[in-house]
């Protein structure tokens, strides 16, 4: 019983799908219960099946432990065909045009002969599960065609935090043949800096007139973006948006040479007319062109690489402790504690972690 | 050696200060040293010494095991003394206000005798390391005075998340005796999440006129907000205002009632004219009352207990693994081989935990 706690630990160890006896038969009756083995969904991925690729990603976004396994193989026979899209981080406030941004530009690569998968972190409402970016219909242009994959994942969640497991996501997405990602988020919070350690160039929506009122969050956000867009040009909107490209160019001479080598750059766009996007999408070239030569592209793939490790150790520690047959039952007891005022939060979580220590101690002696 | 590992786990099994054969001795060098015991930490806090109060924050806020320690002891000799402030969220677009407000309602709680802190939740510049809320000197009016507490705290660093340990802040400030604790976000997205999850009352500044903009974030963040502000209305503003007021009024009617018994409230204000603040602060007043009547209060802080519990429990996972002896030297070896791209980082993670259950079996055998 205990032992089971650490199965997907071996996971990694080379053991890849158990050689049963029965083999056939449990074959079979996978089939008739429509479950699919690790290779059925590795095959899936390779050969571009996105009911297939969703399927795997649902597990890649499981709490369970038994999903997790299979999550964590799936990723492992999956990485050695990842790696050689173009990642892209979307971001802006609610309302500058990210969907409609994202259709164009879509679009425009779809007629190019690319693969685009769309992965949205989707700051879902906490109270009514309610998700803020809603679904696929706002990009119907685009939506339709088999070469786009469109993907909301929630970030809400108390244990899940941010994007819990985007990059795992770019992972499989990659291997089922997409080579241009977009990672869409929302908003001026925390959400940029995750999403900017898992792409390779960085995009900041702006809405021209908007410019004033967004002093604050300039030095942060700004210093990550690779390009500045200003959207909705068009219209009694293009003098506004031409001040905006003009005050932001200004601004960015501000800040020190980019580590890329490739400064960042300023454009205009609109859905209405149609303009820019051509160019935006020259700009994203040049900048791979360059950071693929000078190595940036490279060393900032190895950079992210560490913090990927990092950020699996932490999702790892927490997965196994709520997945410890000692520490699930000890849970509902403690917050029963805690709910009643027995005991306090800060010293009930020492406890429990004390509890888990030990018993991860005992097991190993059994 | 590998004993200390667990140390920080016996601050919570009743060990309060170890008796010291020669502990006058240690107490002068300590002195001398200007090292501050715990107990001197918890004595100027009751005191409420806001100097040894914002050093006790910076002990909770770091990474190291010796201040992880005494933080863990500070907190849990805080807490009897805590839960007695109102603890209130205010977020808001960059641009919103939320500086002015904040001077403007702190200013007229400190003429009616209240104690104030302001826990400004920061997602500082990941790349420059600069702060996007900037210093104190953003609210002059109320910053030199003694009943305020204003302090900023880093949301950035890929092991930190969102404000990491703004809750443990609020006790201590509590402790401190500020009666109203104001926590401060920026921007629209998960960050809010996280800090409803720590306060009483959530108020969202608004701008008028960016109503429409602003569609998109309504309703996650408008489900969880008890009251809506809309700041700025002045002048020409005014009529824009009034016609956001009245469109967030009717936005909300279309909500299911709140389950605190209490429905949430639009109100407008001008920091200009120093209008609305004290309706503002009415609306606060009323929520509390009630809530407290109809022990909406209490079930909310005991939720949040849970929460906090789970999250601490998080945080000490990681603080155990990284500062564990057997993982310190491994990390920078998997580190290098990540970078080399010798390892992957998903199967790097799974041996460094690997490793750590191992070590952490080892350890109580020794």
Redesign the interface.
């Known amino acids: 019983m205990a032992e089971e706690n650490?199965d997907f630990?071996k996971?990694?160890k080379g053991i890849k799908q158990p050689e049963l006896i029965n083999r056939q038969a449990v074959e079979r009756l996978r089939k008739n219960k429509n479950i699919l083995t690790v290779s059925d969904y590795v095959t899936g991925i390779k050969n571009g099946n996105t009911s297939i690729l969703g399927k795997a990603i649902t597990l890649i976004e499981s709490h369970l432990e038994e999903h997790q396994q299979i999550a964590?193989e799936i990723?492992?026979q999956c990485?050695p065909m990842s790696g050689n899209s173009m990642r892209i981080g979307i971001t802006g406030?609610?309302?500058a045009g990210k969907s409609t941004f994202i259709e164009s530009l879509g679009y425009y690569l779809l007629q190019k002969g690319h693969k685009l998968a769309v992965l949205a972190i989707d700051?879902?409402?906490?109270?009514?599960g309610?998700s803020?970016l809603g679904d696929k219909t706002r990009m119907e242009k685009i939506s339709a065609s088999n070469s786009v994959f469109i993907r909301p994942s929630p970030?809400?969640g108390?244990?899940g935090?941010?994007a819990r497991k985007t990059r795992?996501t770019i992972i499989v997405c990659e291997a089922a043949g997409f080579d241009i990602i977009f990672v869409e988020?929302?908003?001026?919070?925390?959400?940029e800096?995750t999403v900017?350690?898992m792409v390779d160039f960085f995009l900041l929506l702006m809405?021209a007139g908007?410019g004033?009122?967004?002093?604050?969050?300039k030095?942060?956000i700004m210093?990550?973006a690779n390009a500045i867009i200003i959207t909705k040009a068009d219209g009694e909107n293009i003098t506004k948006a031409n001040i905006a490209k003009n005050d932001y160019t200004n601004a960015l001479h501000l800040f020190p040479n980019s580590e890329s080598g490739v400064n960042p750059k300023v454009a205009c766009t609109s859905a209405l007319k149609n303009t820019g996007i051509i160019d935006i999408w020259n700009i994203i070239i040049d900048y791979f062109t360059v950071t693929r030569q000078n190595n940036y592209h490279i060393e900032q793939r190895?950079?992210q690489?560490?913090?990927?490790?990092?950020?699996?150790?932490?999702s790892?520690?927490?997965d196994?402790?709520y997945n410890h047959n000692s520490i699930k039952e000890k849970i509902v007891q403690?917050?029963t504690k805690?709910?009643s005022?027995e005991e306090?939060?800060?010293?009930?979580?020492?406890?429990?972690?004390?509890e888990y220590?030990?018993s991860?101690?005992d097991?190993?002696?059994i």
Chains 1, 2 share one sequence.
Do not use: C
Not at 123 to 128: A, C, F, N, V
Not at 344 to 354: G, R, T
């Open positions: 650490n630990l996971v990694n964590s990723i492992n990485l406030v609610p309302g700051p879902s409402s906490e109270i009514s309610g803020i970030s809400g108390s244990l935090g941010v795992e988020t929302v908003g001026v919070g925390q959400s800096t900017h350690s809405l908007a004033d009122e967004l002093q604050g969050i030095r942060g210093e990550m190895q950079k690489a560490k913090q990927w490790m990092h950020q699996t150790i932490s790892f520690l927490t196994n402790f403690y917050e805690v709910v005022g306090n939060p800060f010293s009930a979580a020492h406890k429990l972690i004390n220590l030990n991860v101690h097991i190993k002696n």
